[in-house]
């Protein structure tokens, strides 16, 4: 309890930001829904055949799985918030309308005929004894709606539109349970508070009518706090981008506090564990993000269209790698760092030896009796797991693909015996596995360098001389102790990277 304690302490400025940006997402989502789902329902309550196909869509919405629907809105409004709020809006369209059509449909017939006999018009009827009968079932839907998109909102750190789900994301990437208690507890708390209010709210008419007030003016203070960042004066603003893990977020900090340090007023905006390759490559195509660390092995291998073998010499991978990113995509490859941060395959040290497995050449002989598991990319990439399966003649019995440090769990409970990491990883040591050697030397080098929009580069030229003061910095040794101090000491990648930055002399 007491490092929870000084966990939250230290990161209360992070904490309210996030728990903000939950709050903001959640509350504009909900008030979209109320709009489009409210007047539907009113529309369709006499048109009953309409009303239950209203149902009906709404309810096949509500399948769909929440990271599928997010994948899904990915390729038509991009990253971030907007397709967080649009996917969190759809959700909450069924309580919505559905207890709004049901308050609306089951009011005595008694009651309806009496308001007609006294001679009130559909709207009277509706503004009089409709709508007030069937109060309470629509304040029971927003109830339902709010608490499922608090719940719900916590996957939009998936595409970078921030909230609590980003601590949950770090503290599985870093095992780090003070971070998954804090974003776990805070939705849950954010939750059970709004729902009581809405309760409260609810319990008479005065109330509904001031709490209504309350809540109007608090999103029209979101939405004018909204419209003053986009009319006041603006800084020069760099979104950066990170891979999930560590490493990449320690770069992205590294290459915030270098360009901070050249340009003070520039906002730099950082989007740590943002996805994987393809996720992050495709949101820089589309501007949605300006910078992110990338190998060169990576970009060969699985971004351009190269048909030559892959070379092994890392400063020409490197050209070539810079010149077809250029020619084909438009974009700019800055210098690489000095250190290779490239695939292995480590297994268990009782593995090894029991089956005599030292290289990668050995795992042929005990495809049947190998349990392994992956990180998605490298199980999908030609660079990886689909292109070693070729070299080597490799059929695993088992494999099963999770996030980065699940899998590193995984092989220290004895749940699987083989897993891919990074020869920078410090769980390598941790939990004492041993690397095989590539005897038939698949792996491409990989060089990671900040990797930029052409159009971008040639309008923030401070920006690429403040990143190259990178370029030949940072050892393999460097990176793993980084990496230690983050992954398993739990301490800031910011801390780390500016700790770092400060000790070899490239900014003060």
Do not use: C
Not at 204 to 228: D, E, N
């Amino acid at each position: 309890m007491q490092m929870l304690m000084q966990t939250m302490i230290n990161q209360r400025g992070e904490i309210l930001k996030s728990l903000y940006q939950h709050i903001e997402i959640s509350f504009i989502s909900l008030l979209i829904a109320m709009l489009i789902a409210i007047p539907l329902a009113i529309l369709l309550r006499n048109h009953r055949r309409w009303g239950e196909f209203g149902l009906q869509i709404a309810g096949v919405i509500q399948t769909i799985p929440s990271l599928a629907l997010l994948g899904l809105l990915i390729p038509v409004v991009g990253i971030g918030t907007v397709p967080a709020v649009v996917a969190l809006t759809m959700y909450a369209i069924m309580p919505l309308y559905q207890n709004t059509y049901s308050g609306l449909t089951n009011i005595d017939p008694n009651l309806e005929e009496a308001a007609v006999a006294f001679g009130l018009s559909k709207w009277k009827r509706l503004q009089r004894l409709e709508f007030p009968l069937a109060l309470p079932m629509i304040i029971s839907g927003i109830r339902i709606a709010l608490v499922m998109i608090i719940g719900t909102a916590t996957l939009a750190a998936f595409i970078g539109a921030g909230g609590l789900g980003d601590y949950i994301m770090l503290g599985i990437q870093q095992n780090n349970n003070y971070y998954l208690v804090i974003g776990g507890v805070l939705s849950a708390l954010l939750a059970f508070i709004f729902s009581g209010l809405l309760k409260f709210m609810g319990s008479s008419k005065k109330r509904i009518y001031s709490g209504g007030i309350i809540v109007l003016l608090f999103i029209l203070g979101i939405g004018g706090t909204r419209i003053y960042q986009m009319v006041k004066p603006q800084p020069v603003q760099i979104t950066i981008a990170g891979k999930l893990g560590s490493e990449p977020e320690i770069l992205m900090n590294m290459y915030k506090d270098l360009i901070k340090q050249d340009q003070p007023k520039a906002k730099v905006t950082l989007k740590p564990n943002f996805g994987g390759t393809t996720f992050l490559f495709k949101a820089l195509k589309r501007n949605q993000v300006d910078i992110y660390p990338e190998f060169t092995g990576t970009v060969l291998e699985s971004l351009v269209k190269y048909d030559q073998p892959t070379p092994k010499d890392t400063d020409k991978i490197y050209h070539i790698a810079k010149d077809e990113l250029s020619k084909q995509e438009k974009m700019t490859y800055l210098k690489p760092m000095k250190y290779e941060n490239g695939y292995d395959l480590a297994v268990t040290k009782e593995f090894s030896e029991k089956y005599h497995v030292t290289k990668l050449s050995d795992l042929n002989r005990v495809n049947d009796k190998v349990k392994a598991a992956f990180d998605p990319d490298f199980s999908n990439q030609a660079d990886g797991y689909l292109g070693l399966k070729k070299k080597y003649n490799l059929d695993f019995a088992q494999i099963n693909r999770m996030e980065p440090s699940l899998r590193y769990k995984a092989i220290a409970n004895n749940r699987v015996n083989l897993v891919d990491g990074y020869t920078t990883d410090p769980q390598i040591q941790q939990y004492h596995l041993v690397v095989l050697k590539d005897d038939k030397h698949f792996f491409p080098p990989y060089q990671g360098a900040p990797l930029m929009n052409s159009d971008f580069a040639k309008k923030n030229p401070k920006v690429i001389k403040s990143l190259n003061k990178l370029a030949g910095h940072i050892s393999t040794e460097d990176m793993q102790k980084m990496n230690y101090q983050v992954s398993v000491k739990n301490k800031k990648a910011s801390v780390v990277a500016h700790d770092y930055l400060v000790k070899k002399g490239l900014i003060k």
